[in-house]
C-alpha cells in the first residue's frame, strides 16, 4: 500500500509540471509571445494578442491545478510526518509559491474586470510575474527537497534548478500555442510535439522523485490511514480522470480566429 500511494504522489507532480507547466510558461512568456505573434503579422494590437494567449489557455486553468489540490491531500493524507518537515523546513519556499499562486491567478481574473490598457497592463505584468515565480519557487523546493532542506533554500544550486523548470516551463508553452491556436489540419503535428514537451516540462519533477523514493516510503502513514484514504479517493478518480479527458477532448485547436472570437468572459 505504501508503494501504491507513493506512486500515486509521483503521478500527479509529474502530472501537474506535465500540465500546469505549459499554463505557467504561457504567463512567463507572455509578453514576448505577443510581440512574436505581431511581428509576424497576424491581425490585431499587442494586447489583442495577448488576449488571444490567454484564452488559449483558459479553459485548463482551473482543471491543471485540480491536480496541485490532489497533490496537496495526497501528501497531508498520506505522508503527514512529510508534511509538517517540508512545510517547517521550506516555510519561505512555501510562502513564496503561494504569493506566486495567488498573484498569478489574481492576473487571470482581474485583467479583463475593467477596460483599457493601462488595467489590462498591469494584471498581465502581475500575471508574469507571479508565472515566473511560481517556476522559480517549485524548483527551489525541488532542488531543496533532494538535498535535505537547506537553511538557505534560494542559494545558487536552488535558483539554478528553478532556471531549468523555467526554461521547461517557456518550452512547453511554445508548444501549446502552437497546438492550440493551429488549425485541426496541424493538429496532429503540433499534438505529437506537444506530448513530447509536456515530457521534458516533466522531467525536473520525475528526477527528484525518483531519486526521493526511498526516503518518502519513510514517512508514510499506518497501513490504516492508508486503506481509509484509498476507500475515500478510489471512488473520486474516475470522475477526475473523466473530467480531465473531457476539457482535453472539448477544447482542442481552433486557430487563431476562432481562439479570438471565443475568449472567456472570465479571463
Request: hydrophobic share 60%.
Given at each position: 500500500?505504501?508503494?501504491?500511494?507513493?506512486?500515486?504522489?509521483?503521478?500527479?507532480?509529474?502530472?501537474?509540471?506535465?500540465?500546469?507547466?505549459?499554463?505557467?510558461?504561457?504567463?512567463?512568456?507572455?509578453?514576448?509571445?505577443?510581440?512574436?505573434?505581431?511581428?509576424?503579422?497576424?491581425?490585431?494590437?499587442?494586447?489583442?494578442?495577448?488576449?488571444?494567449?490567454?484564452?488559449?489557455?483558459?479553459?485548463?486553468?482551473?482543471?491543471?491545478?485540480?491536480?496541485?489540490?490532489?497533490?496537496?491531500?495526497?501528501?497531508?493524507?498520506?505522508?503527514?510526518?512529510?508534511?509538517?518537515?517540508?512545510?517547517?523546513?521550506?516555510?519561505?519556499?512555501?510562502?513564496?509559491?503561494?504569493?506566486?499562486?495567488?498573484?498569478?491567478?489574481?492576473?487571470?481574473?482581474?485583467?479583463?474586470?475593467?477596460?483599457?490598457?493601462?488595467?489590462?497592463?498591469?494584471?498581465?505584468?502581475?500575471?508574469?510575474?507571479?508565472?515566473?515565480?511560481?517556476?522559480?519557487?517549485?524548483?527551489?523546493?525541488?532542488?531543496?527537497?533532494?538535498?535535505?532542506?537547506?537553511?538557505?533554500?534560494?542559494?545558487?544550486?536552488?535558483?539554478?534548478?528553478?532556471?531549468?523548470?523555467?526554461?521547461?516551463f517557456a518550452f512547453h508553452a511554445r508548444s501549446f500555442v502552437a497546438w492550440r491556436l493551429s488549425g485541426r489540419a496541424e493538429a496532429a503535428r503540433t499534438g505529437r510535439r506537444l506530448l513530447l514537451t509536456a515530457v521534458v516540462a516533466a522531467l525536473p519533477a520525475a528526477v527528484p522523485m525518483a531519486a526521493l523514493a526511498s526516503s518518502l516510503l519513510d514517512h508514510t502513514a499506518s497501513p490504516a490511514t492508508l486503506n481509509v484514504l484509498s476507500v475515500m479517493a478510489l471512488?473520486?478518480?474516475?470522475?477526475?480522470?473523466?473530467?480531465?479527458?473531457?476539457?482535453?477532448?472539448?477544447?482542442?485547436?481552433?486557430?487563431?480566429?476562432?481562439?479570438?472570437?471565443?475568449?472567456?468572459?472570465?479571463?
Amino acid at each position: 500500500m505504501e508503494i501504491i500511494w507513493l506512486a500515486v504522489l509521483a503521478v500527479l507532480l509529474v502530472g501537474y509540471f506535465a500540465l500546469e507547466g505549459f499554463d505557467i510558461g504561457v504567463g512567463m512568456t507572455l509578453p514576448w509571445l505577443a510581440r512574436a505573434g505581431e511581428r509576424a503579422g497576424e491581425p490585431g494590437t499587442r494586447a489583442r494578442h495577448r488576449d488571444r494567449l490567454v484564452a488559449a489557455i483558459a479553459p485548463y486553468v482551473l482543471a491543471n491545478e485540480v491536480w496541485l489540490v490532489a497533490l496537496a491531500g495526497t501528501l497531508f493524507g498520506a505522508f503527514p510526518a512529510l508534511e509538517g518537515t517540508v512545510l517547517s523546513g521550506m516555510y519561505p519556499v512555501v510562502v513564496a509559491l503561494l504569493v506566486s499562486w495567488i498573484l498569478r491567478d489574481a492576473g487571470l481574473w482581474f485583467r479583463r474586470r475593467l477596460d483599457g490598457d493601462t488595467w489590462r497592463g498591469f494584471w498581465d505584468a502581475v500575471l508574469c510575474a507571479g508565472s515566473w515565480g511560481l517556476a522559480l519557487s517549485w524548483g527551489v523546493a525541488l532542488a531543496s527537497l533532494v538535498r535535505g532542506l537547506p537553511a538557505q533554500p534560494f542559494d545558487l544550486v536552488g535558483l539554478l534548478y528553478g532556471a531549468v523548470v523555467a526554461a521547461a516551463f517557456a518550452f512547453h508553452a511554445r508548444s501549446f500555442v502552437a497546438w492550440r491556436l493551429s488549425g485541426r489540419a496541424e493538429a496532429a503535428r503540433t499534438g505529437r510535439r506537444l506530448l513530447l514537451t509536456a515530457v521534458v516540462a516533466a522531467l525536473p519533477a520525475a528526477v527528484p522523485m525518483a531519486a526521493l523514493a526511498s526516503s518518502l516510503l519513510d514517512h508514510t502513514a499506518s497501513p490504516a490511514t492508508l486503506n481509509v484514504l484509498s476507500v475515500m479517493a478510489l471512488p473520486v478518480t474516475p470522475i477526475l480522470v473523466g473530467a480531465q479527458v473531457w476539457v482535453w477532448r472539448t477544447f482542442g485547436p481552433l486557430g487563431s480566429t476562432g481562439v479570438a472570437a471565443r475568449i472567456p468572459s472570465f479571463f
